[in-house]
């Protein structure tokens, strides 16, 4: 029997397009360690439970403020004894482990990046669609639109939508970055639309007598999703990055729940005498955010080749 064909697989058939992609991003081990990463993080967001030792809000009197890698002997409320209790990295200012608390705002940081882009993705989706198939004056009013929201920096304009609430909670966040986070995911699909629109195969359906409805969600919007993939990918690492930096002012999620950017918060007074309150949470924050972006950047040289860098 003859090997099948290079590029296919078992029986000579042709390598579909999920097997493409995983091929061109096996070739890429950097966007792979990233994968890799971000698998880890959303393990231990989901089993933060399991992961951390001690809950988000247990005190252990006698134990405030110690360093990293220490042991000492405190006493939770409730207990009848003290115990000799591990703090793999140190206690905050309220004798809180910090370490559980990382865990514990894994699972806010995701949380948030992933409903605020499927928020972004649905806004982006219905205008970049509506946009790039009807054209006319349709394109031009929600273009125009989607400028003016593009004009007003993201963080402010959360920030505005945010401070209009009596108390921030974790639904104001998403819904305050999804609706400020849409506008570069319209413009991806209306320019894959206008390609797209164009092509035989579409031309045909119409001249077949398919409604213009039909051929938008069945023939167009399947063939967008590649770059919507990548730019949706990126678009959570932003996301997390904007959730920190809301919590930082105060306007994202509430103590007692822990989030990294409101751990930032509570360090930048204690920075001398406690460099691990501020340290730990800034670096999985740039971690977070760096491996979706090398993720993203490596999805996007996987669907589209003609990216690959030399």
Known sequence: MSEPARGGIAGGLPAGPWQMLWRRMKRNRLALAAFGVVVLIAVLALGAEVVAPYGYQD????????????????????????????????????????????????????????????????????????????????????MRFTDTVFAFPSVLLAVAITATVDKPSLEVVFLALGLVGWTGIARVVRSQVLTIKTQDFVVASRALGARGF?????????????????????????????????????????????????????????????????????????????????????????????????
Request: hydrophobic share 45%.
């Open 59 to 142: 005190q252990f009197r006698g134990g405030e403020q110690q360093a990293p890698n220490s042991t000492k002997l405190t006493r939770r409320p409730g207990d009848e004894a003290p115990a000799e209790r591990y703090f793999l990295l140190g206690t905050d200012a309220n004798a809180r482990d910090v370490f559980s608390r990382i865990v514990y705002g894994a699972r806010v940081s995701l949380a948030v990046g992933l409903l605020a882009t499927l928020v972004s993705l649905a806004i982006g989706l219905v205008v970049g669609l509506l946009s790039g198939f009807y054209g006319g004056w349709i394109d031009a009013c929600l």
């Open 214 to 310: 039909h051929v938008l969600v069945r023939q167009i919007m399947p063939n967008c999703w590649g770059p919507v993939i990548v730019v949706t990918t990126l678009a959570i690492g932003g996301n997390i990055l904007g959730e920190a930096g809301l919590s930082f002012l105060g306007l994202g999620v509430q103590e007692p729940y822990p989030s990294w950017g409101g751990m930032l918060a509570d360090a930048q007074e204690r920075y001398k005498d406690a460099w691990w309150l501020g340290v730990f949470p800034g670096l999985m924050i740039v971690v977070t955010v760096l491996a979706f972006n090398l993720f993203g950047d490596g999805l996007r040289d996987a669907l589209d080749p003609r990216h690959t860098r030399k």
